[in-house]
């Protein structure tokens, strides 16, 4: 089974609404990464949660970091075609360790 | 900038014929990592250099094989190529062990004919 499950699979949005991305983790959590894809390219850094209860914020994007629930969400506001792409989780699931463990993504396309 | 190139970005290969495909960064990070991904799948690690130590994950088959010449440079070979080896092959970087913010390079999507 998956380490790391994305929620949802796909999601398509008016523009201008808010949306939520989820990641879930079976295991403890020593880091948390988002990350952007376009398809038929590479992973752009969005972001990295390393405490529980951490929240970050770039521009329209925030991400949060439930360590407790091995949960974080991340939400975009007032989104813009711009923000279409695939939305990628990492984890660092074992401590002292350099790999990371990726989930599936999600699909984002947002209607103008 | 400083990045993660890969080359070729797409590269078409016949079944069984061996193929490179290359990566470079100008990071002068420590650890350069080797992922498969195939269409609507989370990326799969294959293997990682830290440093000259190389990583192989257990799962990764014997077909694939990684070489590090030095700090810049690593390269994927894959000795006989099928048609399940058809994906995007992503190189990433990061500086050491205890950070785990990596940096991709733009992928080179392998197709097996």
């Known amino acids: 089974s998956q380490e790391l499950e994305q929620s949802p699979q796909s999601l398509i949005v008016q523009e201008g609404k808010n949306l939520t991305i989820n990641c879930t983790s079976s295991k403890t959590l020593y880091g948390l990464y988002w990350y952007k894809q376009k398809y038929g390219e590479g992973l752009i850094f969005l972001m990295m949660?390393?405490?529980?209860?951490e929240e970050k914020s770039h521009e329209k994007i925030t991400a949060k970091l439930d360590e407790k629930k091995q949960q974080s969400s991340l939400h975009i506001t007032a989104s813009q075609p711009s923000h279409a792409g695939i939305y990628l989780c990492?984890?660092?699931?074992?401590?002292?360790?350099?790999?990371?463990?990726f989930g599936k993504g999600t699909k984002l396309t947002v209607n103008p | 900038d400083a990045m993660v190139i890969q080359n070729p970005r797409y590269q078409v290969t016949q079944f069984g014929k061996p193929v490179t495909l290359s990566c470079s960064q100008t990071?002068?990070?420590?650890?350069m990592y080797w992922y498969q991904q195939k269409s609507s799948q989370a990326p799969k690690l294959l293997f990682h250099y830290y440093d000259k130590d190389f990583n192989n994950e257990a799962d990764t088959p014997d077909n694939f094989q990684s070489r590090r010449p030095n700090t810049s440079f690593c390269f994927l070979d894959i000795r006989s190529p099928g048609l399940g080896d058809a994906a995007m092959y992503l190189c990433?970087?990061?500086?050491?062990?205890?950070?785990?913010?990596?940096?991709f390079g733009p992928g080179t999507r392998l197709t097996v004919t």
């Open positions: 949660l390393q405490k529980g209860g």
């Open positions: 990492g984890a660092a699931l074992q401590g002292g360790s350099e790999k990371l463990v």
């Open positions: 990433a970087t990061s500086r050491d062990h205890t950070v785990h913010e990596q940096y």
């Open positions: 990071l002068n990070h420590n650890v």
